[in-house]
């Protein structure tokens, strides 16, 4: 398997760690794109994802897949232990309702913040082979986002170890990223949000976040 990665990116960084979490770090090939160098829009990165995004994942067999959630979905299949999808019929849709909620609330929150208001992201206000202008609204609209998502997380943490309760799972590598990407742009967590605080000193703990 090939894992195309950018160790500076915050979507790569979720698969990274569900590699981790699944413990095939050794057997994964592992290639980084240059986002800083506008690698991802070149010809020989087009070939390999039209998308012009990391994180991809190349199967031996020669399938790839292109978004995040593709990946993890692969891995969680093929590789079942430890479960980070949930076990169960409940629990899968609980977990993937979870994880739904920390991408769009979350990670494209941020995203929204950052990319309509960053000098380096002049005209990349959305990834893609497509330019997009940025705008100004939107990157206050995603700074309000975030405040609102820091809330609704700290709600969903109260009296629970882990995003979807007991037990560690892709809602929390997601929810993670999300707000590592958040404080990476300097928009702290706030001192109220004390179950995000708990929570995400808990999971900094895990070896995986520092792969
Ligand atoms: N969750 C998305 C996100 C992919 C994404 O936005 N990746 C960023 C890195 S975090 C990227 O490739 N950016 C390229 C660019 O900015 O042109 C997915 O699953 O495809």
Known sequence: MKFYDCSTAPSPRQVRMFIAEKGLSDEIETIEVNLREAEQLGDAFRAINPYC???VLETDDGARMFSTAGCCRYLEEAY????LMGRTAAEKAVIADLEWRMEID????VSEALRNSAPGLKDRALTGP???AQIPKLAARGQQRVQRYFGTLDAILEGRDYV????FSIA???AFCAVSFANRVKIETPDTAVNVRRWFAAV????????
Request: glycine residues 6%; aromatic residues 6%.
């Open 53 to 55: 995004t990391v994180p």
């Open 80 to 83: 079942p232990e430890p479960p």
């Open 106 to 109: 979350g990670f494209l929150a």
């Open 130 to 132: 497509d330019n997009y």
């Open 164 to 167: 979807a309760g007991e037990n």
């Open 172 to 174: 929390d590598i997601t």
């Open 204 to 211: 900094s703990a895990r070896p995986s976040t520092t792969v």
